[in-house]
């Protein structure tokens, strides 16, 4: 997610209020694809961006963009300071650890004074692959309030899904809707209401709990439905942009997973599969060790740490999150 403010960094500021306009994906939808690029350097990421509309409706001079990124977990950020070519920046950093990283922009004028900034949360590199973003920023003097107001949009392509390892459904989080059938049954729908997602059953109990996913699908912004390996998928995951959700949206039903370090397939006397750790099972239902052995591998791949559940027992819908 990208959230904007301004303000002051030092030297001379802008002298008025400040608050934040949110726009998500006005630049274009984004896609997650295999890669068969052969020149990509590990943990490559190519960062863009358009400043010309700052300068247009503000009249102050951009004269430098700094990007930072931070690693999730150890190890150290890395900053650049750009000057913008034509109202546009650019630059590619190569060697970042895999894993997930938070992005930081700021528009920097003259005398070192905070233009705007914004943040993409949770950017996914991973090793020999490329991210790509971009974003645009537009700043302007509210006309009634008088204060700087901030519109962030933006896009990216991140290459870091092998479809040949996963199978997941894409969806756009702004077209779900909740569609209850003639015969009483709550469903969860997507593609101008041709494609199903989830059924839920009938009654209120129903449609309180249809409600309820659909309240999670729509804050933390989920695009892709996972399994592993349908019909009947011993594990069901989902991804923001192709990374994990994260964060708390409040009144949930959420658990901590142990590390998968502590996670390992178990066998049960019908012949099925499950994950156990710490003293507990956590999911069930894979047809064979592999299958329970690659869920595992997709929980380590993105960083999950907790699983949450809509209206126990017998859930329809869990996803898990990353911290």
């Not at 034509?86 to 004028?109: K, R």
């Not at 949206?249 to 370090?261: H, M, N």
């Amino acid at each position: 997610m990208l959230v904007g403010s301004g303000g002051k960094r030092s030297g001379r500021g802008l002298g008025v209020g400040v608050f934040a306009a949110l726009v998500l994906g006005l630049t274009g939808c984004d896609s997650i694809t295999g890669t068969e690029d052969s020149v990509v350097e590990d943990g490559e990421v190519a960062l863009g961006m358009d400043v010309a509309p700052v300068e247009a409706e503000l009249g102050e001079s951009v004269e430098e963009v700094e990007l930072a990124l931070t690693p999730w977990g150890e190890g150290d950020s890395v900053v650049e300071t750009l000057t913008p070519d034509d109202g546009q920046v650019s630059t590619t950093i190569t060697g970042l650890a895999p894993g997930q990283w938070d992005v930081h922009v700021a528009l920097i004028g003259e005398d070192e004074a905070l233009l705007a900034e914004g943040s993409a949360e949770g950017v996914s590199i991973r090793s020999g692959e490329v991210t790509e973003l971009s974003f645009t920023l537009r700043i302007w003097i509210d006309p009634e309030t008088g204060t700087l107001a901030l519109q962030v949009n933006w896009s990216f392509e991140e290459r870091i899904y092998d479809p040949a390892v996963e199978d997941c459904v894409t969806f756009d989080p702004s077209d779900l809707e909740l569609d209850e059938t003639e015969g009483g049954t709550w469903q969860i729908l997507h593609s101008d209401g041709q494609g199903l997602m989830m059924t839920f059953g009938s009654g209120e109990g129903a449609e309180e709990e249809a409600r309820e996913a659909l309240r999670v699908m729509e804050s933390y912004q989920l695009t892709h439905m996972c399994f592993v390996d349908r019909p009947a998928a011993g594990l069901v995951y989902f991804l923001t942009h192709g990374v994990a959700p994260r964060g708390d949206i409040g009144d949930e039903d959420c658990t901590a997973v142990p590390p998968t370090s502590a996670l390992e397939a178990d066998e049960l006397s019908d012949g099925s599969w499950r994950i156990v750790g710490g003293d507990a099972s956590w999911f069930d239902g894979f047809d064979d060790k592999d299958e329970a052995e690659r869920a595992i591998g997709i929980i380590d791949k993105y960083q999950f740490n907790q699983v949450c559940y809509v209206e126990r027992p017998d859930a329809t819908m869990t996803y898990l999150k990353a911290p």
